[in-house]
């Protein structure tokens, strides 16, 4: 597969926002430190980036609360829709400002607004808006949404899933999760304290993972709903890697170049 040199990154909900206690609240720094750690890395790699960021708490509750992630079902859901968008709108602000207060030249790119779904799956995509920042040099940042669907009336598409689609069409060079635990266990590490750390997930060795979801409320599935897209994407012969980015510098080496730094998915 020909590859070039964009690199596709997502910032996990549970790392840029206070996930773990359901509150609306952005964690500023580590939000901070993630900003200076890509511009740092950019400006030494000199590579085209895409940034999706996870929702965590802006997210997740009020989708959970409502049951938005099975589709339109009642006309309370409406409301609740309404509410969800200003709120995806704040934390995808503040992503923006933050990481341009670096010097970043980033510009939102919001695909509710021109992409829809069909049963949870991207289908109508159009990538030149996308394609045309990058070849400007701008990191075009999108993020977890709720999107208009042909089957269900809305659903809701996680951060992974955009990184998933986006790297297939783009054919990225390299693709790093970063979240808030060290990459995959071979169990849930909120249930089972001995779990060990995986260095590699691929076809052969998932059916003998326990992979959990979420010790947060994640309507999407957590690591699990994770991990299904990239083995996706490793069918297709694309690499990605998810790492511990609450973890200060673990992002910036990675973006230079590192990588055995977390889980790595493969074939
Ligand atoms: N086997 C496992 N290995 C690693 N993490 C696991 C496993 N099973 C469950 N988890 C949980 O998955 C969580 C990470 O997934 P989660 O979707 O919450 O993060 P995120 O992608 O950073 O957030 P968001 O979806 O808001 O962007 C970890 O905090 C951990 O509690
Ligand atoms: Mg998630």
């Known amino acids: 597969m020909p590859k070039n040199n964009l690199v596709i990154l997502k910032l996990g909900g549970s790392v840029i926002t206070d996930k773990k206690n359901n509150r609306k609240k952005i964690n500023k720094n580590n939000l901070e430190r993630i900003s200076k750690e890509i511009t740092e890395a950019m400006s030494k790699k ?17 989708a959970k609360k409502f049951n938005l992630s099975n589709g339109y079902k009642n006309k309370h859901q409406i409301q609740a829709v309404a509410e969800l968008y200003c709120d ?6 503040e992503v923006i400002k933050t990481i341009k207060s670096r010097g970043m030249d980033v510009i939102p790119f919001q695909q509710s607004s021109a ?10 995509p159009n990538l030149d808006v996308i394609k045309n920042y990058l070849a400007l040099g701008f990191t075009p940042v999108l993020h977890g949404d709720l999107m208009t669907d042909d089957k269900l009336g809305f659903s809701v598409l996680s951060g992974d899933k955009i990184v998933y689609y986006l790297a297939r069409k783009l054919k990225a060079r390299r693709v790093i999760l970063g979240t808030d635990i060290d990459g995959v ?18 076809s052969k060795n998932i059916n003998n993972l ?12 957590g690591m699990s709903g994770k991990v ?9 012969g694309i690499e990605s890697e998810i790492i511990n980015i ?20 493969k074939k």
Do not use: R
Request: charged share 25%; aromatic share 4%; hydrophobic share 40%.
């Open 88 to 93: 995806l709108k704040e934390l995808n602000l």
């Open 115 to 124: 992409w829809k779904s069909h049963n949870k799956e991207i289908s109508n």
């Open 228 to 236: 299904k897209e990239l083995l996706k994407l490793a069918e297709l």
């Open 185 to 202: 266990f071979d169990a849930d590490p909120n249930i089972n304290k001995k779990a060990k750390l995986m260095k590699i997930v691929n």
């Open 46 to 62: 000199g590579f085209s980036l895409i940034i999706v960021h996870g929702v965590g708490s802006y997210g997740h509750v009020i």
């Open 246 to 265: 609450s973890k200060s510098n673990i992002l910036k080496k990675s973006l230079c170049g590192q990588k055995d730094l977390g889980t790595i998915i």
């Open 210 to 221: 326990l992979i959990g979801k979420s010790i947060a409320m994640d309507v999407t599935g």
